[in-house]
């Protein structure tokens, strides 16, 4: 990380070519969104989520969505989808998993990426004659990540940014999402803990620039112990409740 400006309440992390300390190598023993769901999910099997970037000017400001559909919703767990081009034509693709990491421990990972493997945001792109500079994502905006109706309730431990130059192969820069956290008491509500990025992506790295972005975000959940009514007709069918007693 090469300069850090803090703002009110938020960590922008300007990330440039010269950031690049310690890739962090990918063992490739999972895709990067996670395996297959958990058999407790805290996310339902359809959900879906917007995904997307905004673009930023550092004199202007915002310029809108960067991606030519705006906020797409993207189904959990249903792959790389397409968000839309950028501003070259190229296609941006995003995606969405849940795995779990214990009991009760849960990871999210979205993925943005390009679909050539070209950067995301190359130097001197335009939007309506204004330069991009910076990019924002956006996770679970327009339509929240809902839980499943088990889930009474749910702690963030851990929100991390990942950038990659190579597809993901490595990554070049790992920064905690600080706008998720206050003096380090999770924001996070039931009613929606995914929310506007607070890490910017530079255009400064060039043609090098990332062409691969992952956020991460980790969470413990505690599930209601009484099933639903749908459960328990599930096991009530399955013998699992109650046994007959023999006259």
């Known amino acids: 990380m090469v300069w850090k400006q803090r703002g009110v309440g938020m960590l922008s992390a300007l990330i440039g070519a010269s950031a690049m300390a310690g890739p962090v190598a990918h063992d ?30 550092q004199n202007v400001g915002d310029l809108g969505f960067y991606n030519s559909e705006g906020d797409v919703p993207v189904t959990i767990g249903a792959g790389l989808t397409s968000l839309g081009s950028n501003p070259d034509g ?90 998720l956290f206050d003096n380090g008491i999770s924001q996070w509500t039931l009613a929606g803990g995914f929310d506007r990025g607070d890490n910017l992506i530079s255009d400064t790295a060039g043609p090098s620039g990332y062409n691969f972005v992952m956020t991460e975000y980790v969470y413990d959940v505690e ?13 009530v069918g399955a013998g699992l409740v109650g046994v007959r007693r023999r006259r």
Do not use: C, H, K, Y
Not at 49 to 54: K, L, P, V, W
Not at 143 to 155: A, F, H, N, P
Not at 223 to 235: M, S, W
């Open 90 to 179: 190229v296609d941006i693709l995003g995606s969405w998993a849940e795995s779990s990491l214990g009991d009760t421990r849960r990871r999210v990972r979205a993925v943005w990426q390009t679909a050539d493997g070209s950067a995301l945001l190359p130097f001197g792109t335009e939007i309506n004659g204004r330069p991009v500079q910076f990019l924002r994502w956006n996770f679970g905006v327009s339509d929240l990540v809902e839980w499943t109706e088990r889930v009474i309730d749910i702690d963030l431990v851990s929100a991390t940014f990942f950038g990659s130059f190579n597809s993901g192969q490595t990554f070049a820069d790992i920064e905690p999402i600080g706008a």
């Open 223 to 235: 599930f209601d112990p009484i099933p639903t009514p749908g459960t328990l007709a599930v096991l």
């Open 28 to 57: 490739g023993s999972e895709s990067f969104v996670g395996p297959a769901g958990p058999e407790t999910p805290s996310i339902g099997p359809s959900e879906t989520a917007t995904m997307s970037f905004r673009a930023t000017n």
